[in-house]
């Protein structure tokens, strides 16, 4: 389709984030933009798929400052979406799709989106989720109805119908450097997700603090296989676009199918967990592949030190001779970019999260929020323009976030004598597996909840693929001999199957302190032991 020559109501307003689309279209038209499934939109076409589903979604009632949530894997259409609404100054939500319903439902009711986009796969679990809301948000089917064929979700619509007019309302525009584009659900200190807001104005600034510091070239390919229910997935995206570059969407990831997607495509980034890393110099694909075109690794791991080395050079033997490496540490409400350690210094100090980006002040803080020696343990704090707006519907867990006037991280840091800064460990009692937070209470009222348990302690352990594993020491009630594999199996049928144990431990007892609290430290102690 043409473009309706509206002109968006931004005249004066500083540079937001829709306004990439538009920039690209006017001076990269004919560059690749979005490539998945081998099927390659250029940045015209780019823009013209976005103004198409805008005035699709002005047909169902979105406008500006309306929230549209979506269950389910990567696409090109997800991407899609994101920008449309960006521009439309209206709010993409995206959902878990590891999560189950009950969870789901939790997040739809805090959101209350006038839209579920569903993938097929998983309207089973949207259905189930809405049931019991109040408000329940229309369904928008993208993919085949239960019959194979293109269709709605019962009381709903296809995506096809997004895309199909008549167009007889008018679409809104983004407005203000404030207006929210994102709501992003993250664990928090209660154990229930937080919906971090996260407006054009976090999201400009941080890439704009990020792009120097990475060294992305013009026109360069990232692949992206990270879920789009984070934050990573949407960051790492904006970055290359703002160079006018492309992005490789991945539906899920496949060592093999990324390994082929990276040499197919000649992509230069991406980012990469431990264990997804390693999956790919594994896996049969890679002893014959050309990766000379990979120059950037963007990583974030609490322990990188041994795997990311031997990463580095398994590409560089694969051909990627100027690959360098990046330690990202960051949080959704902070933005990835919090501090990054450059290609230049990751290989000398590969287990340094480095400096903090030009843009945000960071500061080590200790509990009367005083900043603390040089190479003393305090709190990583970071104030600045490049954070989230707080979270959905909860006042009070924002000011806590803020408390001081700084967004506390939770993480516990050090600082050595030329400023680059040390993750030691977390404040919060939260584990860090495969990129998923997993918050410990939430695991832990799952298994006190199942007959055979009297105690139990859960927490993370290192390890080399996860970042952590999420342990559980557990005390049986008497007489039973309830096993491992049955608790484990108890938490995923109630909560996401990546918060369940990958460890069970069984103990006599927990040790406490006199007050009554478990002493998660001394259990972690004893397993980190090597057995005499």
Not at 21 to 45: E, G, S, Y
Not at 475 to 504: C, Y
Request: with cysteine; charged share 25%; net charge negative.
């Amino acid at each position: 389709m043409q473009h309706d020559g509206a002109q968006p109501e931004t005249t004066g307003l500083p540079y937001l984030l829709s306004d990439i689309v538009a920039d690209n279209a006017r001076w990269a038209p004919d560059r690749p933009a979005l490539i998945f499934n081998d099927r390659t939109l250029t940045w015209a076409a780019f823009a013209d798929a976005v103004a198409t589903l805008q005035h699709g979604l002005a047909e169902q009632g979105v406008t500006r400052g309306s929230r549209v949530a979506v269950l389910d894997r990567n696409s090109g259409d997800y991407v899609l979406l994101g920008y449309a609404l960006a521009g439309m100054g209206a709010v993409l939500v995206p959902v878990n799709m590891w999560l189950r319903p009950a969870e789901i439902s939790y997040i739809l009711n805090n959101c209350q989106p006038l839209l579920l986009v569903v993938g097929s796969e998983f309207l089973a679990a949207a259905a189930q989720a809405i049931d019991p809301l109040p408000e329940k948000p229309r369904l928008v089917l993208r993919g085949t109805a239960t019959d194979g064929q293109p269709g709605s979700a019962p009381g709903g619509i296809s995506w096809h119908d997004l895309l199909d007019g008549p167009w007889r309302k008018q679409v809104s525009r983004a407005k203000s450097w404030d207006d929210p584009h994102l709501v992003l659900y993250t664990s928090g200190t209660t154990g229930r997700p937080k919906g971090a807001i996260i407006s054009h104005r976090r999201s400009v600034l941080d890439a704009l603090n990020a792009l120097p510091v990475f060294g992305i070239r013009r026109f360069e390919r990232f692949f992206c296989y990270m879920p789009l229910f984070h934050t990573g997935a949407w960051d790492y995206l904006k970055l290359y676009f703002m160079q006018r570059g492309a992005a490789v969407i991945a539906e899920r990831f496949e060592a093999e199918s990324a390994v082929a997607q990276i040499e197919r495509h000649r992509c230069n980034g991406m980012f990469g967990v431990p264990l997804v890393l390693r999956q790919m110099v594994e896996s049969r694909a890679w002893e014959r592949a050309d990766l000379s075109s990979m120059r950037l690794i963007a990583y974030a791991n609490y322990d990188p030190s041994t795997l990311i080395l031997r990463i580095v050079e398994a590409f560089r033997e694969r051909g990627a001779v100027d690959l360098g490496i990046a330690n990202a540490y960051g949080l959704t409400e902070g933005g990835p970019y919090i501090c990054i350690n450059r290609p230049e210094d990751a290989l000398k100090r590969p287990l340094s999260i480095g400096v903090p980006v030009p843009g945000l002040q960071v500061a080590l803080l200790d509990e009367r929020m005083a900043e603390v020696p040089q190479g003393e343990l305090g709190e990583i704090c970071v104030r600045g323009p490049a954070l989230m707006s707080g979270y959905l519907n909860r006042p009070e867990a924002t000011a806590d976030a803020f408390a001081g006037g700084w967004l506390h991280t939770g993480d516990l840091g050090r600082v050595d004598e030329d400023g680059f800064v040390y993750l030691v460990d977390r404040k919060k009692d939260m584990i860090r597996s495969a990129g998923e937070n997993v918050f410990a209470k939430e695991v832990e009222l799952v298994l006190i909840g199942h007959p055979d348990v009297r105690e139990c302690a859960v927490f993370g352990m290192p390890d080399d693929d996860y970042g952590e594993r999420v342990v559980a020491a557990v005390v049986r009630n008497d007489a039973s001999d309830v096993s491992a594999e049955t608790l484990i199996a108890h938490v995923r049928q109630t909560i996401a199957g990546f918060k369940a144990p990958r460890q069970v431990i069984f103990l006599d007892d927990l040790p406490k302190t006199p007050a009554g609290k478990i002493k998660k430290h001394e259990i972690k102690k004893s397993l980190a032991q090597p057995a005499t």
